[in-house]
């Protein structure tokens, strides 16, 4: 996808293991995930990597991210971060510490800090739940999954300017893909 910060999505799941000691539940990581690009969205009208959202089963997900967790996205961000997964946990690579996460800027940081104070002691099931109950944008798929637009999330977290919130994505993209068309 146009646009989708491959490096930082890397780095951000990286924190979250890093934060768990080196390792951590991948459903428990996806959620994370999503959270962030939504309260980024919150905070600065705008995700901070980019990525495709969409409606599962088990709750939403910023979807290139999780097929970069599942080892589906075999490129050198995902394997200078991450190491891989060991039954349902997702492993930080060797020797990385936080330092190393050089694509997050202090603001980044403040949101991964905040989920992390918020959510950290969750374990998957219960940060699971709490996003079918408050991520208003998810809808059950029932065994299969569908996008959500990002001007949807945005009228949840009632901005009043969604729409051109949701165009200014847009446009980004399409700026990357010209970009990457050169």
């Known amino acids: 996808m146009y646009g989708f910060k491959e490096r930082k999505a890397a780095?951000?799941?990286a924190y979250f293991a890093l934060k768990s000691g080196g390792a951590i539940n991948i459903l428990k990581l996806a959620k994370l995930v999503y959270l962030v690009e939504r309260e980024s969205m919150r905070r600065f009208d705008?995700?901070?990597f980019y990525d495709k959202l969409v409606s599962m089963d088990h709750g939403p997900v910023?979807?290139?991210?999780l097929n970069g967790i599942n080892g589906l996205r075999d490129t050198p961000e995902w394997i200078e971060f991450l190491a891989g997964r060991r039954n349902y946990d997702v492993l930080v690579s060797e020797n990385k510490i936080l330092d190393d996460l050089d694509e997050l800027s202090r603001a980044d940081l403040n949101i991964l800090e905040f989920l992390w104070e918020k959510f950290g002691s969750f374990d998957q099931y219960e940060l699971r739940d709490w996003t079918h109950?408050?991520?208003?944008?998810w809808v059950d798929p029932?065994?299969?999954?569908?996008g959500i637009?990002?001007?949807?999330?945005?009228?949840?977290?009632?901005?009043?300017n969604a729409a051109a919130l949701a165009e200014e994505i847009e446009h980004y993209r399409n700026r990357a893909f010209v970009m990457d068309a050169c």
Do not use: I, R, Y
Not at 62 to 65: E, I, Q, R
Not at 133 to 137: L, S, T
């Open 62 to 65: 910023a979807s290139m991210t």
């Open 11 to 13: 780095q951000v799941a």
């Open 46 to 48: 705008e995700p901070m």
């Open 149 to 160: 637009a990002h001007g949807h999330v945005f009228g949840f977290l009632e901005k009043a």
């Open 142 to 146: 029932k065994g299969s999954s569908f």
């Open 133 to 137: 109950d408050n991520c208003q944008e």
